[in-house]
């Protein structure tokens, strides 16, 4: 096998490779750092490269290791602790803070053996749909690098679509895991809430869970397992699945009841090719002998985009408040980029009553959204509203908050998975017409991970998707 072709096999293969001594760890680990050495000027999906540690923790995987993803790379985004190593946050307001620990997710991912070779980039505090800050500059699309990989895992994202990792850590507060799927290419799953642990930061997290960045859905299924569960001393968790999430999404889903809608909750426009992509998909459901059903849930509720900006930005404006402790201080005046500090400035606004009260109005509306959802397996939408951004679109309104509705406009689809709970996953069913990937999403059941992982599968054996390459990649 071609050494160009080794990061876009799936990590099970490269772990077995590993472990029976056809392949070792070094060989993978090197492969990748020669192409993000190859690429990632063009593409700038990282914030640091580990090489010499990288190269150490590979030459440790001896033939025969039984962790289940001995030797193989990864990175993780940086907005998680990596032990030793800075946490920007895509933010000059970080600085260059080290934290001393692990994050659960990365300290799993240690566990199962992978090998961290890097860390990936961010928009500012994971705030916008884009990854492209003042601190570190545009991550650029390896399908067409004058447009957006997606945010807020867009770094992630844009490495393994290039083929400098196989896989790479992700997380999702409002799609920020299945936009940069739908935009490069991947699949991306938000499991469901409480599912992964946010330890040891957090009890729990209402918007937020980790993940992954993967080509199929069956390594998406692999890590599920490997991540999933609680920590000691988390508020509260997922139930236990009945059986392994791998073993799961290679079972038939039987026959299921499906809603499919291109309807949004704002009334949002949506391209054509978008809601075209969302009509086949469902067309090639029925095919499969599933029952197809026109529907929409009850999410036209006014105001409910102000309530949800009255949970997320106090949830991004709580690792502001969090870095001006580390730091000592407050922002200074052009610190922070024009739209993080509109979104800043407004989270402070609200007083602790407000944000208690829109939180419960919000999960009364999550409540009236699950309940509409039971008569259903899944739901049907687009991933997105529209074709990856061109890159400096949501900086070029003179109002920042303009931006920040600008981005919604572009993904009203991904948040409301994140307000109710519900696990939902993109997958890269289509592409559009200049090439470009074109995702879909289905919404499952609430912890209902296996179900909708075995749903994506059979879709995915119907219309493979693994074998396409960003065109950066392909000519690297």
Known sequence: MPDDDLLFRPVTELAARIRSGELSSREVVQASLDRIEAVNPAVNAFVDVFAE????????VAPG????????PIGIKNNRPVAGKRLTLGADFAGDFVPPYD???TAKLREAGFVIVGTTTLPEFGLLPTTETKRFGPTRNPWDPSRTPGGSSGGSAAAVAAGMLPIAHANDGGGSTRIPAACCGLVGLKPQRGRISNAPEAGEVFLVQDGVLTRTVQETAELLDVLAGPVLGDASWAPPPAEPFAVAARREPGRLRIAV???????????????????????????????????APPWAVPGVLELFTASFGPAVS?????MTVINGREPAEGELEPITAAVYGLSKSIDAVSALGAGY???AFARAIVQWTAQYDALLTPSLAEAPLELGTLQAFENPMDG?????????????????GSPAISLPLHQREDGLPLGVQLVGQPAGEGALLALAAQLEAALPWADRRAPLAATA
């Open 261 to 295: 809608t291109t309807e949004t909750a704002t009334g949002t426009p949506v391209s054509d090719e978008d809601v075209r992509a969302t009509r086949a998909t469902a067309e090639l459901l029925a095919s499969l002998g599933h029952e197809v059903v026109e529907d």
């Open 404 to 420: 920040f509705t600008r981005s919604g406009a572009f993904t009203p689809y991904a948040a409301m998975s994140n307000i109710t």
């Open 103 to 105: 994050n659960n997710a």
């Open 361 to 363: 109005q919000l999960q």
């Open 318 to 322: 709580s690792v502001i408040a969090l």
């Open 65 to 72: 290791d039984e962790r289940p993803f001995a030797g193989v």
């Open 53 to 60: 540690e990288a190269l150490a923790a590979a030459d440790a």
